[in-house]
């Protein structure tokens, strides 16, 4: 098998993966860094992100407004001594990045601009007009090449990880054009592999969010940490799921029910702010869990706007004017009319919440260090955790820089003292791979299709581990999961060749998929109380003295996961009464 | 919104398999606001799971999905299928090698992209702790409509010298390089001048614009070169005709 040595492996080439990348390179030119990813590196859903990066920058903010949002918006279950982490860092990788050339939106005098988002208490979200994600993607790809040390193995899915002797010593990937296995021998391994919303049927992410980082690490024996929490963005297309960002409501929209009622004063986010001036931290401007979890409540009194894709919202932007849409929201526009055939310089759109975002996922500590000696990660697919149980909007952009650029310092260091794995250990585990692989691909007499599992998954994902969940629905869930996963092993492949082969990824990718939609509805399961994105009918409060904690679901490769907890970092925030009325302080 | 039957007539190829690229026919029931790529999922997952094609964001920001639809260059994620009559034909990108199917081999972009320099070489460097560098807004429009490409390399299978001579930067590559050469940020142009300013760079285009026509957002391609082209005849001329005024 072709063998690529490296001093620090890198899985995922998105946001996360490339702040890790120019991390390495400059910090030691000497370093040999092995990009690797399923996509090219600007095809990576960063570039899906919309709205902004926060970091305090402005003479009217504070880190500790900054640390008090973000805490008080996941529900007293982030990490303090994380969050603290975060905000601190941020301006300067925001900073950073302005260095390297991202298109930031401007002040008239030149200094960067800032816009508010929901659950934050001041203007604090830098953005490059609505496309911040996809400019912060591309300075960040483009900055990385100059750097020879960066080598990239762009189109190779990594399977699994090589962990030799209780040490994460390498992966092993099939190079999508050849389908060839490759080994990557590698001192220490960062996954930076995203979210994995493609468990859902309606979700604002991109195909290629199926979870594999995480079930990479979830199979070599790391717990996967707060999975139940699951972030539905209040705003997507009712047709497609594409997200509308929350700067729609930033810069001034407004939710209305089918009776031109703002119906957000309804459910604790009130009283009513005056149209076209929107008031940080309520009404619109709440946090995402809140407004979606009130929209369900519309829907079942009624209230909703029906559509021919079902039950729908109204965002109004039209008191924006076509002036100030074109030069904030362009893109929000264009997707608008495109998929929907709605201007919304004329007309209210109709919007539903959609799966967004994994606030879980591997579990790190405040260095992204995961549990497994060599390993590491950060990004989406990593659970620090700075977003607890509801993650504020604009935090994940910045997550990805801080801790992309953390993972790699901490690596690096790993990589100085670490012994190399003997290479008979690695070739033997790289067989191992590469037979599993070959299994799968062979594999004949099979009963199961991939396109058929995954329909079942989705289906049970939403019906029962959505913005509401009870005792019988998750129970059926995690049976359900339980029995795709042992169905999945017969799975058959129509497409038995080796070049470029999508038959082969996406059943890999609903492999990935399965383990951590069971992460989740069995983390969802065992949380009885309700906090954050996490709520259930059966079990509404939100239980400090129980649930106070995060939950790591441990991988079985045979049955359901074990649940186990770890206590919340508490610093100096005690849990309190998250406050999104007009009257908060 | 109703439902109809389109017919794709989608190029397929296997090099462990197939001679030579070949045809095939499916018969897709769509829904009034799908567009291309919706057919093409339709079709790997209820007809023939061998097909293989690139897609991600289904909103036209992550350039995977470029391909030939009736022959022009487009974003299969963009391209409504109710816009069509009769036959959809979809073939890979123009002027690429094909990998498989609709999948090309892009390493020769990829390849451009790192040749012109895409990134800020300081006019004065900087520290992090030392702030952010002003730019206007009116700073930032020189450049912004350049920085907007998403390197769907639609422009390189619509533009007739690339696919006459391959060695030819091309359009989005020059557009970026321009790009960073008219960021305030920036003080690289002289470095980048040779990839994009030499013969097989910005002089090469004939300005058919076509480039320009089939970009999905908006970056104007053919515009950049022009601007890269008469900068570098300024350049010649200070050069050869008042040296006293370089630098």
Sequence with gaps: ?585 | MGERTVELEVLRYNPETDKEPRFQRYSVKCREEWVVLDALNHVKETQDPTLSYRWSCHMAVCGSCGMMINREPKLACKTFVRNYEGVIRVEPLAHFPIERDLVTVIDDFMDKLKRVRPYIIPKQAKAVADGEYLQTPAELKKFKQYSMCINCMLCYAACPEYGLIPKYVGPAAIALAHRYNQDSRDGGRDQRQEEIAATEGAWECSFVGACSEVCPEHVDPAGAIQQVKIKSTVDWYTEHLMPWLKK
């Design chain 1, 1 to 585: 098998m072709e063998t690529v040595k490296a001093d620090v492996a890198i899985i995922g080439a998105g946001g996360a993966g490339l702040r890790a990348a120019i991390a390495l390179a400059q910090a030691d030119p000497k370093l040999r860094i092995a990009l690797i990813s399923k996509v090219y590196p600007m095809r990576s859903h960063t570039c899906a992100a919309e709205g902004g990066a926060a970091g305090v920058i402005k003479a009217d903010d504070s880190l500790e407004h900054h640390f008090n949002d973000t805490v008080g918006g996941g529900d007293w279950l982030c990490d303090q001594d994380a969050v603290d982490y975060l905000v601190q860092e941020a301006p300067k990788e925001l900073i950073q990045l302005e260095h390297w050339g991202c298109p930031w939106s401007r002040e008239p005098n030149g200094s960067v601009a800032v816009r508010p988002f929901g659950g934050m208490k001041k203007q604090r979200t830098w953005f490059a007009a609505d496309k911040s994600g996809f400019h912060i993607l591309h300075t960040l790809f483009q900055t990385s090449l100059q750097f020879d040390s960066i080598q990239r193995f762009d189109e190779y899915y990594a399977t699994e990880l090589l962990v030799d002797e209780g040490r994460c010593a390498g992966l092993a990937a099939i190079e999508m054009r050849s389908g060839q296995m490759r080994r990557f021998d590698a001192r220490a391994v960062i996954i930076a592999g995203g979210g994995a919303g493609r468990m859902f049927p309606f979700t604002t992410n991109g195909a290629i969010k199926t979870g594999d980082g995480m079930a990479l690490a979830y199979r070599a024996g790391v717990p996967l940490k707060d999975m139940e929490f699951v972030q539905y963005h209040p705003t997507g297309l009712p047709s497609t799921g594409t997200l509308l960002t929350e700067a729609c409501r930033g810069e001034g929209g407004v939710l209305l029910n089918k009776n031109g009622r703002r119906f957000l004063q309804d459910y604790g986010m009130g009283p009513e702010t005056p149209l076209g001036k929107p008031v940080l931290k309520t009404m619109e401007l709440g946090p995402r869990d809140r407004v979606s979890q009130a929209f369900w409540h519309e829907q079942r009194k009624g209230n909703a706007v029906p559509t021919q894709w079902g039950d729908a919202m109204l965002l109004d932007m039209r008191h924006l004017g076509e002036k100030k849409i074109n030069e904030r929201l362009p893109l929000v526009r264009d997707m608008s009319i495109s998929y929907m055939g709605v201007d919304p310089v004329t007309d209210p759109v109709p919007v539903r919440p959609v799966v967004h975002y994994m606030m879980g996922g591997i579990h790190t500590d405040i260095n992204a260090a995961t549990p497994l000696p060599g390993l590491f990660a950060a990004g989406e697919c990593a659970c620090v955790s700075i977003n607890g149980a509801n993650r504020l909007g604009s935090n994940s952009l910045t997550e990805l820089l801080v801790f992309g650029r953390r993972a790699a310092l901490s690596a690096m260091a790993y990589a100085q003292s670490a012994r190399p794995a003997g290479d008979a250990a690695l070739a033997a585990l790289g067989a191992a791979a590469q037979a599993r692989v070959r299994e799968l691909m062979q594999r004949s007499g099979g009963t199961e299709t991939v396109a058929g599992l995954r329909k079942e998954m989705m289906h049970t994902m939403e019906q029962n581990a959505g913005i509401y969940r009870t005792h019988e629905g998750l129970t059926e869930a995690c049976a359900k999961l339980a029995d795709l996963r042992r169905r999945y092993r017969r799975i058959e492949l129509h497409d038995k060749t080796n070049v470029y082969n999508t038959d082969l990824l996406q059943a890999l990718e609903l492999g990935s998929m399965l383990d951590c939609a069971e992460a989740v509805t069995q983390s969802a399961l065992a949380r009885k109380e309700s906090r954050g994105a996490h709520q259930r009918l059966d079990f509404v409060e939100r239980d400090d003295k129980n649930y106070l904690r995060h939950s790591l679901a441990v991988y079985h490769p045979e049955q359901a996961p074990r649940v186990d907890y770890k206590d919340v970092v508490i610093t100096r925030s005690q849990p309190g009464v998250r406050d999104y009325s007009g009257g908060h302080e």
